[in-house]
């Protein structure tokens, strides 16, 4: 399978917390995207980051990417209960024709 | 400007009956996909259009599966006949641009069917 895979499953943290997920990938890349999604809603794009860069920010929200490790992390600092979602990163062929998500994690945030 | 939007919202069927979900694009947006998500399971892609056409359907799982795209606008995925196994949500995403190629794909709500 060239699906990704998000660690972990489920994070529960307090708000004011920090929030890491990873995302593991088996093949080659054009560029890895995060994507959020809201109980009973579609996926919302929230950051895109190209195969050549290591660093991206957005906001709260900090993307790294580790292509030697075909590996990528998603921090959302500062989080507030409106973050409690579950979150996908998904990974497109070289061709762009094949997306490639993960299983998700879901992450709560108490108030 | 309106999203992508899918219909219907949720669709209970029996098993070897016959559903037809509909995607409708953002306006302009030549590239269509469909995804779906099992309970629990990763999202997975089914197809891609370009326009039309077909540009790549290798993750439709059997041929009970059909997707079209008549002039290019909205799209359907019909499932006939329905198994248990086929239960899930669908989602539907367009874009400019292949989504590999720097561009982002906008999400419909998704469909959720449900096969019993």
């Not at chain 2, 995403?93 to 709500?109: N, W």
Request: with cysteine; glycine share 8%; charged share 20%.
């Amino acid at each position: 399978s060239q699906q990704g895979e998000e660690d972990p499953q489920a994070l529960s943290i307090q708000e004011g917390e920090n929030a890491t997920m990873n995302c593991s990938y088996k093949t080659s890349i054009n560029n890895l995207q995060w994507y959020r999604q809201n109980s009973g809603r579609g996926l919302v794009h929230l950051i895109l980051i190209r195969s050549n860069e290591r660093e991206k920010h957005s906001g709260r929200l900090r993307v790294t990417l580790d292509t030697s490790k075909k590996s990528s992390s998603l921090l959302i600092t500062a989080s507030r209960a409106a973050d409690t979602a579950s979150y996908f990163c998904a990974t497109a062929s070289n061709t762009g024709n094949q997306f490639y998500f993960g299983t998700g994690t879901s992450l709560t945030v108490i108030p | 400007e309106a999203g992508v939007t899918q219909f219907p919202s949720h669709s209970v069927i029996e098993k070897g009956q016959t559903v037809t979900l509909r995607c409708d694009p953002i306006s302009g947006h030549d590239n269509l996909y469909w995804y779906r998500r099992v309970m629990g399971k990763e999202i997975k892609f089914l197809l891609h259009f370009v326009k039309e056409s077909k540009q790549d359907e290798s993750g439709m799982p059997n041929n009970r599966f059909l997707a079209e795209r008549t002039g290019g606008t909205y799209s359907t995925l019909k499932v006939q006949p329905a198994e248990l196994e086929d239960s899930g949500v669908y989602f539907c995403a367009s874009s400019q641009s292949p989504a590999g190629v720097y561009s982002k794909q906008y999400f419909g709500p998704g469909t959720r069917l449900t096969v019993t």
